[in-house]
């Protein structure tokens, strides 16, 4: 068992990374108070039946899997069925699944009666070490990945890496890209550990890890106005490739090929290639650069024609640099 104090001014919590805490859920939440849970359709019904068993009442929404789920029509039609349900604002909100789920319920507790307390308990990779940490919470519009959100901590993180177990071997390799990041934008021995090791065997390290080095860079920028960015290594182009692909690209596979264009020129490619190759993850992807740039150019993160890209200096050393729209065409090839 490891715990992880997020020590954020005034906004407190602890990340509790426990094999089978799913099944200990009493001793981090009070069961008894009332309580939502969102969900989606796609995730092993066993984890549902074991909060059931354990949380007496739960209002529970299941959507559908996939981030069309990250939409104001599903967060509008959750929130109306709360208020009919009478749910007050001392309720607590569960978010039960990955990243989709996690954004998505933490942006309905940000509004619903002005906020109420919310926790994430993350059954992927890329949600346990990424997106349940740090408070980012939102929804998608028509054409632009979380344009409606927030800045919202959860009360706890509740990480069960056995809940792992069930990934198809795409969906662990998509938090495996996430993983790799840090390596390189904080941490050389982890990237190498990453390279190196069995994965599956030291897992319960590999995600404290990946915690720890997001703590540290949260509690300095919340809100996302400096350092932070430099976890979005990757993410410029990533996010334009997977919204071109319709999602089919996930998160993780198009934040790959992001980090791989991103390190054209860098001595470090060859040993990112080496280690995508390692997760099966994709650095080579056809794709249209004016499609691409359009996209870019309406990313939220560009302000005056100007944009902060990250790159790496070497392995564990990342660093912003701000530079105008058009020299991202440098970077699409
Ligand atoms: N996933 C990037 C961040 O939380 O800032």
Redesign the pocket.
Known sequence: MKTININIPNKEYKVHINNGLLFDIDKYIDVFREIVIVTDDFIPKQYLKVLKSKIANPLIFEVPMGESSKSIDIAYQIINEMIESKISRGALIIALGGGVIGDLTGFIASIYMRGIDFIQIPTTLLSQI??SV?G?VGINSDNMKNAIGAFYQPKVVLIDPETLNTLSEKEFNNGMAEMIKYGLIADKSLFYDILEKDIHENIEYFISKCVEI?RDI?IKDEL?TGI?QI??FGHTIGHALEQDSNYELLHGEAVSIGMYLMSDGFSYQKDLVQILNKYSLPYNHDYDKETIFNYIKTDKKVINNKLNIILIKEIGNGFIKTININEIKGYLR
Do not use: A, P, Q, T
């Open positions: 990424d997106s740090g980012k997001k949260v996302d932070r976890l979005n």
